[in-house]
């Protein structure tokens, strides 16, 4: 049956379904491998481990629902490289990501036809996007890149690692990890052993992935208008259907999505401890003002936008390090462990490009890179 991400959630609901639930199942005595996190990231390590190694037992420990942090939640921009640019040996990452796609079975309506950079700073000719939000906003580069549909990416990544012989168990927040002989992962009702773990939880339980001050959470905001004419998309330039962030301030990103309607971001709140994004509910003073100064920048961008209708407002975690790169590391409490996330927020290619790696060095069949590594506390 077709679900919301998170039906009544304090950080609101994007507008596509997730329509994938794993079966329910018990929570296995002991496996090869453990994953916390149901995101992008743990989905894609979890099908890509069965699909390498179908003699090892897998079991992905979700503390609410598949996609219930930023991958349901996310704009679906899809970009080459990291937050911090190319890095070594990290590869082609689009055309991984597509081929990853490929092989697991994922239709999630990916198109790669690029990406505008827009700005204030130049005075560029014919660009489709003439934009008014301090200064002219237009098109100043573009790059590779473009669009897909989080939900469908999801459910798509969760079905793969089901049919692949993974157990993927929702509602199963791990509280702690008891380290003696490979882990044990403690969830409400019971426990779990495993040989190895990856925490794949990104900008939530930062105590248990060891991030805690190492990296920084925030809530993204994103709000989606409703469908909008042809005729309304060509005067703001939007018919091509690229994606667009801007490469000055103030920020701004958005894209349109198959029935004409566009999801706008602008906007990261802090937790009001700066580390439980959890914390952080959009109805509240600080979020509901940026908010509704998204909308009315938007509806000052362009005549044709005068009158636009936003449809839903939600938020998701993101996680950034100081130096953008995302942590890709062995956990502080074990060699047999790997930590991976922290993207920004450019994680919807590269999640499951650094996915299928972390996998890969699970299996012992490669190596972490150098630029991903924390130290031991
Ligand atoms: C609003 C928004 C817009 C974005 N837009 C873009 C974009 O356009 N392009 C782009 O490239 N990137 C974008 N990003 C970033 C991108 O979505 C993320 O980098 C990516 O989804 C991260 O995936 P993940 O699997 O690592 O983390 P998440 O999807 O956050 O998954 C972590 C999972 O771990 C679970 N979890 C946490 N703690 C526990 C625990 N103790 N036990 C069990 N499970 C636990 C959570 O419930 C969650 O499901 C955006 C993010 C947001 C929030």
Known sequence: MPRSATPRDPWGTPPWPIDFQPPKQPLPPSVDFAIIGGGFTGLAAAAWLRSLAPEKSVAVLEATRIGAGASGRTGGMVLAESAAGDLPGLGDVLHSFAEILKQLGVNC??????????????????????WKDSGTLRVVNEVPGGTLDPGRLVAGLARAAHQRGAV???NAP????????GAELHVPNGFLRAEKVLFATNGLSLGLSGLEGRAEPRLTLAAATEPLREDQLQAIGLSHGKPFYTVDFPYLWGRTRSDNSIVWGAGL?????SQHVEQIDISSNEPARMFASLEQRVRNLHPALADVHFTHRW???????????PVFSQHP?????IVLGAYAGHGVALSAHLGVWAAEALLGRRELPDWGHIEPS
Not at 174 to 181: D, G, I, N, P
Not at 269 to 273: E, G, K, L, N, T
Not at 333 to 337: F, L, Q, W
């Open 333 to 337: 409490a074990s060699a047999n462990s």
């Open 168 to 170: 993927v168990i929702e």
């Open 315 to 325: 938020g998701g975690p993101i996680l950034f390090r100081e130096n953008w790169k």
């Open 174 to 181: 791990v509280e702690r990890v008891e380290w003696s002989r």
């Open 269 to 273: 709140v802090a937790a009001p401890d």
């Open 109 to 130: 309506d990916l198109t790669l036809s690029g990406a505008w950079e827009i700005g204030r700073r130049d005075k560029v000719e014919n660009s489709p996007i003439e």
